[in-house]
């Protein structure tokens, strides 16, 4: 199966979704990243607790800063990637590779 490639410009409208729905807003939406092709993009910053990354292609990202608490990132290829000073507090990273990630 072939996962769905997003562009910088996709990943952060999710992302402004996904906080409109963290904070309650009708019109947010629950980020869900599950098979998807996000290597290469900018997380930096992003309030993304309790995202779906499952299965998720995340090779070569920037995550630093971010907070990714009670997210889903169990099978996920997080390879070459920079989580520093990323929250990952009550993360599921069951079975995720994190080889040459900078933690």
């Not at 410009?9 to 629950?30: C, F, K, S």
Request: net charge neutral; aromatic share 12%.
């Amino acid at each position: 199966m072939t996962k769905i490639k997003y562009t910088q410009e996709q990943l952060n409208e999710a992302i402004r979704l996904h906080v409109r729905w963290l904070n309650g807003y009708p019109d947010g939406i629950r980020a869900d990243f599950r098979n998807k092709d996000l290597s290469g993009l900018k997380f930096t910053d992003a309030i993304l607790n309790k995202a779906n990354f499952i299965k998720s292609d995340l090779t070569n990202c920037d995550f630093e800063e971010s907070q990714l608490t009670h997210c889903k990132f169990q099978d996920a290829n997080m390879k070459d990637s920079n989580f520093r000073y990323a929250n990952f507090e009550f993360s599921n990273l069951d079975r995720a590779s994190l080889i040459s990630s900078d933690c």
